[in-house]
């Protein structure tokens, strides 16, 4: 059935999240502080080994590194697009609808824990390359993976900042499944290139959302969302 892998992640989430946000209840605060820490340097890895694997290769046995105009230009622009947009603001009070639909005011990690964990989990050539392979042939490998290791991130993710994060399932389903709409119809409608650049971009985003959870000074990841298309499109045209 086509659609089954986004359902499959949108699962996972819920599932990983629920787990996480009970047994974060029962933590202490020093242990929920230092939970939020290491998982903060847990994304900055997946970013930067993210990162590193699209930008370094071997070339007659020396290391090289490509992309770099690419990435810079991309999140340079993609950043200018997404402040004009105002996307974290709109991004910020949708999460305070939610917070307010799900009974949670007295939540105040609730919009931060929706925000970062949204932007973890949506960011992603698996989340791109899973969602046309699902709408093309049915195939939902790639996404039954992703939601694996979705579960086990917002998992974490939910003990740490609370409830909010388990409410990342739905723009996980709302992106996911629109991908897999139109792939339904256009086929496979990326380049090769276009996945590579956008996996570049996007592992460089997931090493910010790092950051802003081990510094108190935040980068507005939403706000350079825009920055992923920018890479797409490069590698389309490119």
């Known amino acids: 059935m086509k659609g089954l ?25 020093p242990m ?30 020396r290391l090289t590194s490509s992309g770099t105009i690419m990435m810079v230009v991309s999140l340079a622009v ?3 697009i997404g402040e004009l947009l105002q996307i974290e603001e709109r991004v910020v009070r949708f999460g305070e609808w939610l917070k307010k639909k799900s009974s949670s005011s007295g939540d105040h990690a609730f919009v931060t824990g929706f ?10 050539a698996m989340a791109v390359m899973g969602a046309i392979q699902d709408g093309i042939s049915g ?28 409410f990342s399932a739905i723009p996980v ?13 256009l086929g496979d409608f990326l380049p090769a290139a276009s996945l590579d650049h956008l996996s570049l971009v996007g592992s460089v985003l997931i090493f910010c959302i790092g950051l802003n959870l081990i510094r108190d000074k ?19 045209v490119g």
């Open 5 to 29: 892998g986004t359902i499959i992640n949108v699962l996972c989430i819920l599932g990983g999240g629920t787990a996480g946000y009970l047994a974060g209840n029962r933590l202490k605060e």
């Open 32 to 61: 929920r502080e230092t939970l939020m820490d290491v998982t903060g340097v847990g994304v900055l890895m997946l970013g930067a080994g993210g990162a590193m694997a699209q930008m370094l290769t071997i070339s007659g046995g």
């Open 78 to 80: 993609g950043a200018v």
């Open 115 to 124: 925000v970062t964990a949204s932007c973890t989990v949506c960011i992603g």
């Open 139 to 166: 195939d939902y490998s790639v996404l039954a993976a992703k939601g694996v290791i979705d579960a086990i991130i917002i998992c974490v993710m939910a003990a740490a900042q609370g409830k909010g994060c388990i």
């Open 173 to 185: 389903g709302l992106l996911q499944g629109s991908i897999t709409l139109i792939a339904c119809f």
């Open 218 to 236: 935040q980068i507005r990841v939403a706000n350079a969302l825009p920055a992923v298309v920018v890479a797409m499109l490069w590698g389309a």
